[in-house]
């Protein structure tokens, strides 16, 4: 239903929605064990200098073709497409963007669980039983189910009280609490015994550890994090107003979501160098590694540490929740739209699909093996075909499509919103999209795959 189409009331609003969406699992979790892997501050620069190059133009393609659509992800890309194919990738966004909320919600399930272990004490123990809890308890059958289906309900609340009354007002709410959690556990952490170590380890650069593993690791992180390629970004920006900057918005979400993980980082690198752990222990890095971490790093005062697991993993599931929320209003918007339902009923329809991918995956991870494809579980297909594949792919062709196929016009309108911003940096933003982005975007993807 046309009419039910709403729309951000303020500029913070704006801003802290899409950052919302942008900061998530992949600034607190993926961000410092992809920079504990790839040599840190080398990792760092790098990463910077991809989102500055890449993650800023895109983001501003997606904005404008969701801004000039003011409709669902597929609905705004076949606006533009004029009847051609190119619609398809509106379609593919909102495809990935199911398979992702099904998957991410399962993490994010599993942060509430670690809030809960760490209010019932349960998170104490040599680092055998961490390793052991983790892994007994991601293959339980029905307890990560339970914690999953409970984030998608936190989500579906949000949801169905509307952009302006549901998503923005959840934002400006969650937003600031998860900025002070995380300053005050970056001052709790640098100030432990020899967090200098790690704090140098985050600053210092050693070039020597630049190879072109590390250099498309970081194109790939700026994506993820960013949540660019598959229509989040774009379906916010359909409920963005004429006023809006787009570039200024741009810079200014990349900024705090760049900051985010930064802050991330140094409240990971100097509790974990502080107790002689290397933290480049991969995905399993806030799950089994922390916790051994707050435990010995605050073996004197363990109420300090009990404080502070309790904290991380809210702040965990605060960041991971908004990007939920981004994550299924994409889907959200193109069923209500393309279906002419409520948007009620779009969300609920959402919210059912979703939990039955996220019960699936989380049983993949369990005992039901039947659920392996290739010898994948369902898990880590879907995070690998969302992620290294899809995500790829629909920013490339998104920018093909804005810069070579839509009218150089619409982009230049939807850029200075109508003549009434100065359009200095155009010209700069236009041969990013044609030639840079799509450059680079292929690069990795190619190289992730060994072609080159
Ligand atoms: N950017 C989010 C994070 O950092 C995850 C996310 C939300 C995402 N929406 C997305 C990733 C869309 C890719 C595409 O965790």
Redesign the pocket.
């Known amino acids: 239903m046309q009419t039910e189409r709403g729309s951000f009331g303020t500029k913070l609003g704006i801003i802290l929605a899409t950052a919302g969406?942008?900061?998530?699992?992949?600034?607190v979790w993926r961000f410092p064990y992809m920079t504990g892997q790839n040599g840190g501050a080398v990792f760092i620069l790098l990463y910077i200098g991809c989102v500055l190059l890449l993650g800023i133009p895109c983001m501003v393609s997606e904005f404008i073709i969701g801004r000039h659509g003011a409709s669902n992800t597929a609905r705004a890309y076949a606006k533009l497409a004029n009847g051609t194919p190119w619609k398809w990738v509106g379609y593919m966004g909102v495809l990935t963007g199911f398979l992702?909320t099904g998957y991410y919600a399962v993490v994010a399930g599993w942060c509430l669980q670690y809030i809960y272990a760490s209010v019932m004490g349960e998170l104490k123990g040599n680092p055998d039983f961490i390793t052991h809890y983790f892994q007994s308890f991601s293959e339980n059958p029905l307890r990560p189910i339970f914690w999953t289906v409970a984030m998608l309900l936190l989500t579906h609340y949000v949801i169905i009280h509307g952009v302006r009354g549901g998503i923005e007002r959840a934002s400006k709410l969650l937003m600031p609490t998860l900025f002070v959690l995380l300053l005050v556990i970056v001052v709790a952490s640098c100030l432990l015994p020899e967090a200098e170590k790690g704090i140098s380890f985050l600053f210092k650069p050693q070039f020597s550890k630049v190879d072109s593993n590390v250099f498309l690791g970081a194109l790939g992180q700026s994506f993820?994090?960013?949540?660019?390629?598959?229509g989040?970004i774009c379906t916010y920006a359909s409920y963005y107003s004429r006023q809006t900057n787009l570039l200024k918005s741009a810079v200014q979400v990349a900024v705090i979501d760049t900051l985010v993980a930064i802050l991330a980082g140094l409240m990971i690198f100097p509790a974990a160098f502080s107790v002689g752990i290397n933290p480049d222990s991969g995905p399993s890095l806030i799950f089994i590694t922390l916790p051994n971490v707050f435990n010995q790093a605050f073996a004197g005062m363990p109420a300090v540490g009990w404080v502070v697991a309790l904290m991380f993993y809210s702040l965990l599931s605060l960041a991971a929740l908004t990007?939920l929320i981004?994550?299924h209003e994409v889907s959200t918007a193109f069923f209500y739209e393309e279906f002419h339902i409520t948007r009620k009923k779009g969300a609920l329809l959402v919210t059912v699909f979703t939990c039955i991918i996220g019960i699936f995956c989380s049983l993949s991870l369990g005992k039901l093996n039947c659920l392996q494809i290739g010898g994948k579980p369902l898990f880590e297909l879907f995070d690998f075909v969302t992620g290294q594949i899809f995500?790829p792919v629909g920013g490339l062709l998104t920018c093909i499509f804005l810069g070579w196929f839509v009218p150089k016009q619409v982009v230049k309108d939807e850029f200075t919103n109508w003549q009434t911003l100065r359009s200095t940096l155009f010209g700069v933003y236009l041969f990013a999209v044609r030639f840079i982005c799509p450059i680079a975007i292929l690069a990795i993807f190619l190289h992730q795959f060994g072609v080159i």
């Open positions: 969406s942008a900061v998530g699992l992949g600034n992702i993820y994090s960013l949540s660019i390629g598959m989040c990007s981004s994550l995500l």
